[in-house]
């Protein structure tokens, strides 16, 4: 496969991406560029939430007029992972809502010391307001039926199985009787928004490779990927986009089938982000299984 740079090849540089971040405030309208604190977080999140209702209608805490409530047998827990997870937004206003148990990597000190605050306090009952008008509340964690699992590194040194590389901060919320029960029996979502830009193709293929490995094995499991695209031109060659300021690539529809299809996974849903402000970079979510389940998943864990 090949991309078309638009600037000379340039590829991500791990610890330049880092010192951008490092330099950002710990909060939503840092990790969000400055769209913290208008309407983007509320509509994002609720975008997310129900695209991943679509795929799992079971891990609906609402009865609907049309479909009565059929709730995850109690002795099931789903566990999501979430990747450059900056503050913990994802996981706390798209994951916790509707999954068991959550593992958080984030690399950047301040992020993740800010998203242990949070859980932390979240446990404690206490709500957490650090910039004006935001406050996070992480669902679950103060009466200990969901927990979280923080860890600090890098997507780059990060195997999702085997996470000895990267460093565990805590586990906030429920435990289970024996500590390293969950360690190793994979996830039943891994969802990566906003960060895969951070990984150069061949990393980026490398990552998702050992995310295949991490899927539980039920055809449920999956992958989402939620990513700003550049445009694609006319023709069938693949786009990518260098940015210098946090040395991260922005790639286009055609770019990240590329990817996805190198990886051995296979692309099931798709759908647009509806509803963000004007002038900026297109948001899609992409949900991919890995190739051998390539319908549509529906019933069994
Ligand atoms: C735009 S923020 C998105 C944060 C979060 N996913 C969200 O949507 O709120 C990008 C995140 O990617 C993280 N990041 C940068 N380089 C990374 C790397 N090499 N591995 C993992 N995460 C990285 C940053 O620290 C930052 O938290």
């Known amino acids: 496969m090949s991309t078309t740079n638009t600037n000379n090849g340039d590829q991500p540089d791990v610890k330049q991406g880092i010192e951008y971040w490092e330099n950002q405030p710990a909060s939503y309208?840092?990790?969000l560029g400055g769209f913290g604190t208008g309407s983007l977080p509320r509509i994002e999140s609720l975008g997310s939430r129900l695209f991943l209702l679509n795929l799992f209608p079971e891990l609906s805490?609402?009865?609907s007029a049309y479909k009565p409530l059929k709730p995850v047998?109690?002795?099931?827990?789903?566990?999501?992972?979430?990747?450059?997870a900056g503050v913990g937004r994802v996981t706390s206003d798209t994951l916790l809502p509707l999954v068991h148990d959550v593992?958080?990597?984030e690399p950047v000190e301040p992020f993740v010391q800010e998203a242990l605050k949070r859980a932390r306090a979240s446990a404690a009952s206490s709500i957490v307001t650090t910039t004006p008008g935001e406050r996070t509340y992480w669902p679950g964690l103060a009466d200990a039926s969901k927990s979280v699992t923080i860890l600090q590194g890098t997507l780059q040194d990060f195997d999702p199985l085997n996470p000895?590389?990267?460093?565990?901060l805590d586990r906030v919320g429920y435990q289970p009787s024996r500590p390293a029960d969950d360690i190793g029996q994979g996830f039943d979502i891994i969802w990566c928004q906003w960060c895969l830009g951070h990984l150069s193709?061949?990393?980026l293929v490398t990552f998702f490779v050992r995310c295949r490995a991490a899927l539980k094995p039920h055809r449920r499991s999956l992958v989402v990927v939620k990513?700003?695209?550049?445009?694609?031109?006319p023709g069938p060659e693949p786009i990518t986009v260098f940015d210098d300021q946090d040395s991260s690539l922005t790639r286009s529809d055609l770019a990240w089938k590329a990817l996805f299809a190198k990886a051995g996974f296979k692309v099931?849903?798709?759908q647009v982000q509806e509803g963000l402000p004007e002038g900026l970079y297109v948001v899609k979510m992409y949900v991919t299984v890995v190739q051998i389940f390539s319908r549509t998943p529906s019933s069994d864990y």
């Open 268 to 270: 099931v849903r798709e």
């Open 103 to 105: 593992v958080l990597l």
């Open 29 to 31: 309208d840092g990790v």
């Open 73 to 84: 047998a109690p002795s099931i827990r789903v566990r999501a992972l979430d990747v450059g």
């Open 201 to 203: 193709d061949e990393d």
């Open 164 to 168: 000895h590389r990267v460093t565990f």
């Open 227 to 233: 990513e700003n695209l550049c445009p694609d031109l």
């Open 61 to 63: 805490t609402v009865p």
